[in-house]
């Protein structure tokens, strides 16, 4: 079936520097992605979104990066904070919903 | 209020009980998501909603699993006769009124279900 899924379990920074995290996915029919970040005991935050039109949009501290020939989405984080510690998930949109990927934690140490 | 809404946050229930978790949504929000968490894992799709009616149901489990929603707001997603492989965290989120390709989804914090 089709299924989105992240490369790291895991990934640790400095503070300071920049994260990658990447994610791949399956459904070449996708046409929208969605990166969202998860602090413990709380619900998914919307971060940043792509449609397959775009190759790259740019946030506040956040880029993501979409490329569909290898179908691989990534997100990048300028600067990371401690703040920035978290679950990212990336999702895809099929039939209509999101399908998430299992998630990589983010662990910014001093 | 300003986001969607969950309730209870937490519940602990007996194997072989029925539980009923809530949502209420943003207000003005016509689609509506269930979605699954289980401890360490990613969203699992359950159900979505447009206004009352459940265009997609493919996400649910078991026939132990129903939800329903009225005046195109609150939703409740019943779990009868509940297993231990239902604890997980229940997640509602919902969006202006289009679907998934179309609108960012707002997440509640969930509800942590625990059946012993």
């Known amino acids: 079936g089709e299924s989105v899924g992240l490369h790291l379990p895991t990934l640790s920074v400095q503070e300071g520097d920049n994260s990658i995290i990447n994610c791949a996915y399956s459904?070449?029919?996708?046409?929208?992605f969605i990166w969202y970040k998860q602090e413990s005991g709380k619900g998914p935050q919307f971060i940043i979104d792509?449609?397959?039109?775009?190759d790259k949009r740019q946030g506040q501290r956040v880029t993501v990066l979409l490329n569909k020939t290898v179908k691989h989405l990534s997100l990048q984080i300028a600067a990371t904070q401690p703040g920035d510690s978290a679950v990212y998930f990336c999702?895809?949109?099929?039939?209509?919903?999101?399908?998430f990927g299992t998630g990589t934690r983010l662990q910014v140490f001093p | 209020g300003a986001g969607v809404s969950q309730s209870p946050s937490n519940k602990v229930t007996e194997k072989g009980k029925d539980v009923e978790l809530r949502c209420d949504p943003i207000?003005?929000?016509?689609?509506l998501y269930w979605y699954r968490q289980s401890l360490g894992q990613g969203l699992e799709f359950l159900i979505y909603?447009?206004?009352?009616?459940?265009?997609?149901k493919s996400g649910l489990p078991s026939d132990r699993f129903s939800a329903e929603r009225t005046g195109g707001s609150v939703s409740t997603l019943t779990i009868q006769r509940t297993q231990q492989e239902d604890s997980a965290v229940y997640l509602c989120?919902?969006?202006?009124?289009?679907?998934?390709?179309?609108?960012?989804?707002?997440f509640g914090s969930g509800t942590q279900l625990s059946v012993l």
């Open positions: 989120a919902s969006s202006l009124g289009g679907t998934a390709s179309n609108e960012k989804l707002f």
């Open positions: 459904n070449s029919a996708s046409d929208y």
């Open positions: 792509i449609r397959s039109n775009m």
């Open positions: 999702a895809e949109n099929t039939s209509d919903k999101l399908i």
């Open positions: 207000s003005g929000h016509t689609a």
């Open positions: 909603f447009q206004g009352n009616s459940a265009p997609d």
